[in-house]
């Protein structure tokens, strides 16, 4: 069983169209990450989180620690935006790895 | 402002040769990060570093290593190459006592 789980696993989607992609995970946090790889591509960082909601430009990540989920939506949607969309979890600070999620592979059509 | 740098960007190898990856981390960062991303798979933890100590260890082989300079760059020496090492390997980098990873572009390793 993976540490953390991304739903759904793939999302085709119209352009304009309200996104959003959900990560569950099993194990005590301190940060969570959503990242960015187009296809063939480096990773980027959206978004770390640490608790509440946090917002750039059209993308929008919330975490609720309790129950141990995060979404990251997506407003007005763009052909620009299709990638892989891909949830990383830490336990602790100072090197300790990341588990990452299964990914989430989105493709916005014009 | 400045990233994090991985050389090469693109390596090619044969089977049972020796491979050996760089990063250089955004600069006061102290923490590296090594990943490894097969074709269609999620990246994998490998190693990392914080202060030049090896500080967490994931599913990395016995014939790779890694180590941590006094400049805070980071090599992953890999030997004995196999076809199955072929991938993309992300470093990222941080500042030790914050969470937030900044992802390299990535060295794509081609074994023939």
Same mark, same amino acid.
């Given at each position: 069983?993976?540490?953390?789980?991304?739903?759904?696993?793939?999302?085709?989607?119209?352009?304009?169209?309200?996104?959003?992609?959900?990560?569950?995970?099993?194990? $005590?946090?301190? +940060?969570?990450?959503?990242?960015?790889?187009?296809? $063939?591509?480096?990773?980027?960082?959206?978004?770390?989180?640490?608790?509440?909601?946090?917002?750039?430009?059209?993308?929008?990540?919330?975490?609720?620690?309790?129950?141990?989920?995060?979404?990251?939506?997506?407003?007005?949607?763009?052909?620009?935006?299709? +990638?892989?969309?891909?949830?990383?979890?830490?336990?602790?600070?100072?090197?300790?790895?990341?588990?990452? $999620?299964?990914?989430?592979?989105?493709?916005?059509?014009? | 402002?400045?990233?994090?740098?991985?050389?090469?960007?693109?390596?090619?190898?044969?089977?049972?040769?020796?491979?050996?990856?760089?990063?250089?981390?955004?600069?006061?960062?102290?923490?590296?990060?090594?990943?490894?991303?097969?074709?269609?798979?999620?990246?994998?933890?490998?190693?990392?570093?914080?202060?030049?100590?090896?500080?967490?260890?994931?599913?990395?082989?016995?014939?790779?290593?890694?180590?941590?300079?006094?400049?805070?760059?980071?090599?992953?020496?890999?030997?004995?190459?196999?076809?199955?090492? !072929?991938?993309?390997?992300?470093?990222? !980098?941080?500042?030790?006592?914050?969470?937030?990873?900044?992802?390299?572009?990535?060295?794509?390793?081609?074994?023939?």
């Amino acid at each position: 069983k993976n540490e953390v789980e991304q739903s759904p696993q793939n999302l085709t989607a119209q352009e304009g169209e309200f996104i959003t992609i959900n990560c569950s995970y099993s194990v $005590g946090i301190s +940060a969570l990450h959503w990242l960015q790889q187009h296809p $063939g591509g480096g990773i980027v960082s959206l978004f770390m989180l640490s608790s509440g909601k946090k917002k750039h430009g059209r993308l929008i990540a919330t975490i609720n620690i309790q129950e141990k989920h995060s979404s990251l939506h997506i407003t007005a949607s763009h052909p620009r935006d299709s +990638a892989v969309y891909i949830c990383a979890v830490g336990l602790v600070i100072f090197g300790n790895q990341f588990y990452f $999620g299964t990914g989430t592979s989105l493709t916005v059509i014009p | 402002a400045a990233g994090v740098i991985q050389s090469p960007r693109h390596l090619i190898k044969e089977k049972r040769e020796t491979a050996t990856l760089k990063c250089y981390p955004i600069p006061r960062h102290d923490t590296v990060y090594w990943y490894q991303q097969g074709p269609g798979q999620d990246p994998q933890f490998l190693i990392s570093f914080y202060e030049k100590m090896q500080s967490d260890k994931g599913s990395i082989p016995d014939r790779f290593s890694a180590q941590q300079f006094s400049d805070y760059h980071s090599e992953l020496n890999m030997s004995s190459l196999e076809l199955g090492d !072929s991938a993309l390997y992300f470093c990222a !980098s941080s500042q030790g006592g914050l969470l937030e990873q900044y992802f390299g572009p990535g060295t794509r390793l081609t074994v023939t």
